[in-house]
Nanobody, 123 residues
Framework: QVQLVESGGGSVQAGGSLRLSCATS????????MGWFRQTPGKEREGVAF????????YYVDSVKGRFTISQDNTKNTLYLQMNSLKAEDTAMYYC????????????????WGQGTQVTVSS
């Protein structure tokens, strides 16, 4: 059973940076897709960034391209989301996800979810 635990959220002013971490346990193997969703009350969930474990391919939603970077440290079993040049519209609860099957991207459900970490950007 894969478990995901996010950390790193917080409050920051517009233009600032945060790095989210997702500690994984239970074995995310070489073919797992991992990524980040975000959700704001009253809005649809949005897929932000995704990466195939062990690979260099990554997907980003257009609104974060050039500002966010997804990466992983396999020695620490941790997924990261470096968020720079943050905007007020990035304010949301961010969730780490993982799945061993299916395509790696935003428009799908994922088997494993973390509990979420809140990011608040003030303008």
């Amino acid at each position: 059973q894969v478990q995901l635990v996010e950390s790193g959220g917080g409050s920051v002013q517009a233009g600032g940076s945060l790095r989210l971490s997702c500690a994984t346990s239970g074995g995310t193997g070489s073919r797992y897709c991992m990524g980040w969703f975000r959700q704001t009350p009253g809005k649809e969930r949005e897929g932000v960034a995704f990466i195939r474990t062990g690979g260099e391919w990554a997907y980003y939603v257009d609104s974060v391209k050039g500002r966010f970077t997804i990466s992983q440290d396999n020695t620490k079993n941790t997924l990261y989301l470096q968020m720079n040049s943050l905007k007020a519209e990035d304010t949301a609860m961010y969730y780490c996800v993982a799945d061993s099957t299916g395509f790696c991207g935003a428009n799908r459900d994922y088997q494993y979810w973390g509990q979420g970490t809140q990011v608040t950007v003030s303008s």
